[in-house]
């Protein structure tokens, strides 16, 4: 059992119109804690008709909910995000007990999940329209935002509470009802902002949550005329599936997938702040987050130095359970996570890379995987092309800067891209020639709620957050007024 202070947090049921319930065939799906591989508890295994339920419901509410003001909508939003910082500490450990991350980044997620809230709780009201002069005298042109209607939100497993708050808050602003799918591994974060969300006042059937396996629920919900919108965070493949089966509806989508993050540094680059940055680019949530430097693209001049201040740090980093005071890397979230990050670095190690932070032991359990720096990176590696999705920094040496540039963009991907350079006239001229979403420059992180983020190429649709997040949620209806 959890020590919370709350223990009405912890929910084993979906929510569906204001009822927690279970799934109507009874069947539940278990949830590990990755620490430990201890069952955490349970949730129920949602079919098509639970989930056609919770369609139905968020379909029934959006008809008040959409009337509602804006006025109205953020007053409800601001005390839900109240709610999540009053009870972060609760919602840390349900966080790192599901999901595995220390408890120090499970706080700092709790923080930036309600940040969506707040910011999207400011937006709400402005969803402004607009007036056109007509082309004659008789005719008036309005042109108002209307809600989408009923919006699916589709979540991964790495930031279980972001995820969730960062297409839910733009959504509810606007004037949407949602139905949540979170992964099946971390499903409990999810119940628990339910559990917040009702407690803010937020009716009934504005927000539904079912849990269980993806297939079924992810068919009902991408087949259903009744959804209008679908928004996914998670891998390219299954959100190209998503794509491909909103097709025949023809559904508003948000995408943000997969990355193949380069981070690049430069001869005249800050060291220092360039290690900082990719301590913290590449080693947050264990490498685990789409967003991470995936390729360490390092000049010549600086690479034996640059690897080597890297490597004192990584090697000084703790590996252990989340909830260990000082850990800064947890487990990862499966074996299969587990299996591929090892299948690169074997790969890896095979074309030539070089292990420079070798370590003696780690602690027992199977999801624990070291953290390392890898020297001699080459293009010929399953690294350099796919998401590592683990606690790896591969180094790749270069000498030019259109060959950082050739090689940085010589990927089907286009979610981040960092780079350190001190030289201002560089900073342009890159920045400019990367082809992603968010550039960063002389920084490790580019999240954050007034930003907009997103990719290009096969890393998304659409932009989540920052002054844009609500036209997510938003139509555009031109309202013709004749014979005036
Ligand atoms: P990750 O690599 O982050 O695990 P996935 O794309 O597998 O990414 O998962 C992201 C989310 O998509 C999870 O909630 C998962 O359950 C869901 N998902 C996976 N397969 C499908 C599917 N066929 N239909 C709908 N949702 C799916």
């Known amino acids: 059992m959890l020590k919370l202070k709350d223990p009405s947090l912890f929910v084993e049921r979906a929510l569906i119109g204001g009822v927690w319930?279970?799934?109507?065939?009874?069947?539940?799906?278990?949830?590990?804690?990755?620490?430990?591989?201890?069952?955490?508890g349970t949730v129920p295994d949602c079919g098509a008709d639970d989930t056609a339920r919770a369609i139905e419901a968020a379909a029934e509410a959006f008809r008040s909910w959409r009337l509602t003001t804006a006025a109205e909508r953020a007053r409800l939003l601001e005390r839900w995000h109240d709610l999540l910082l009053e009870n972060a500490d609760d919602l840390a450990l349900i966080m790192t007990s599901e999901q595995g991350k220390p408890l120090a980044e499970a706080r700092g997620e709790i923080g930036y999940g309600a940040s969506f809230i707040?910011?999207?709780?400011?937006?709400?009201?402005?969803?402004?329209?607009?007036?056109?002069?007509?082309?004659?005298?008789?005719?008036?042109?309005?042109?108002?935002?209307?809600?989408?209607?009923?919006?699916?939100?589709?979540?991964?497993?790495?930031?279980?509470n972001a995820m969730i708050t960062r297409k839910c808050a733009p959504a509810l602003a606007a004037g949407c009802t949602v139905v949540i799918k979170p992964s099946e591994f971390t499903p409990y974060s999810a119940l628990a902002l339910g559990v917040l969300a009702e407690r803010a006042g937020i009716p009934a059937g504005v927000i539904n949550i079912v849990t269980g396996m993806p297939k079924a629920i992810g068919a009902a919900l991408t087949s259903s005329p009744d959804v209008r919108k679908v928004s996914f965070t998670g891998s390219t493949a299954v959100g190209s599936l998503l794509m491909a089966q909103c097709a025949p509806?023809?559904?508003?989508?948000?995408?943000?997938?997969?990355?193949?993050?380069?981070?690049?540094?430069?001869?005249?680059?800050?060291?220092?702040?360039?290690?900082?940055?990719?301590?913290?680019?590449?080693?947050?949530?264990?490498?685990?987050?789409?967003?991470?430097?995936?390729?360490?693209?390092?000049?010549?001049?600086?690479?034996?130095?640059?690897?080597?201040?890297?490597?004192?740090?990584?090697?000084?980093?703790?590996?252990?359970?989340?909830?260990?005071?000082g850990v800064q890397i947890g487990p990862m979230i499966n074996a299969a996570a587990v299996g591929k990050i090892a299948a690169h670095?074997?790969?890896?190690?095979?074309?030539?890379?070089?292990?420079?932070?070798?370590?003696?032991?780690?602690?027992?359990?199977?999801?624990?995987?070291?953290?390392?720096?890898?020297?001699?990176?080459t293009t010929a590696m399953r690294l350099a092309s796919e998401e590592t999705f683990g606690p790896v920094a591969p180094l790749f040496r270069f000498e030019t800067e259109a060959e950082a540039i050739a090689i940085a963009n010589a990927t089907p991907y286009g979610l981040a891209a960092y780079f350190f350079t001190e030289n201002l006239h560089r900073a342009w001229r890159v920045g400019e020639a990367l082809e992603f979403g968010m550039v960063g420059l002389n920084t490790g992180s580019v999240s954050m709620e007034v930003a907009p983020f997103g990719g290009i190429k096969q890393s998304g649709l659409g932009r989540e957050g920052g002054p844009t997040g609500m036209d997510e949620y938003l139509e555009t209806k031109a309202f013709h007024l004749g014979g005036l």
């Open 21 to 40: 319930t279970h799934a109507a065939g009874g069947a539940t799906v278990t949830v590990d804690d990755p620490a430990t591989g201890a069952a955490l």
């Open 118 to 160: 707040k910011w999207f709780a400011e937006e709400a009201r402005r969803g402004y329209g607009m007036t056109i002069p007509a082309p004659t005298a008789d005719r008036r042109i309005v042109v108002n935002k209307e809600p989408v209607g009923v919006a699916a939100v589709i979540t991964p497993w790495n930031f279980p």
């Open 249 to 325: 509806t023809v559904k508003r989508l948000s995408l943000e997938l997969g990355g193949n993050a380069p981070f690049i540094v430069f001869d005249d680059a800050d060291l220092d702040a360039a290690v900082e940055a990719a301590i913290v680019s590449k080693f947050r949530n264990g490498g685990q987050t789409c967003v991470c430097a995936n390729r360490l693209l390092v000049q010549a001049g600086v690479y034996d130095a640059f690897a080597e201040k890297l490597a004192a740090r990584v090697a000084a980093m703790r590996v252990g359970p989340g909830v260990e005071e």
């Open 345 to 377: 670095v074997e790969d890896a190690l095979a074309h030539g890379a070089r292990n420079i932070t070798p370590r003696d032991a780690l602690p027992a359990g199977p999801l624990y995987v070291a953290p390392m720096v890898l020297t001699g990176a």
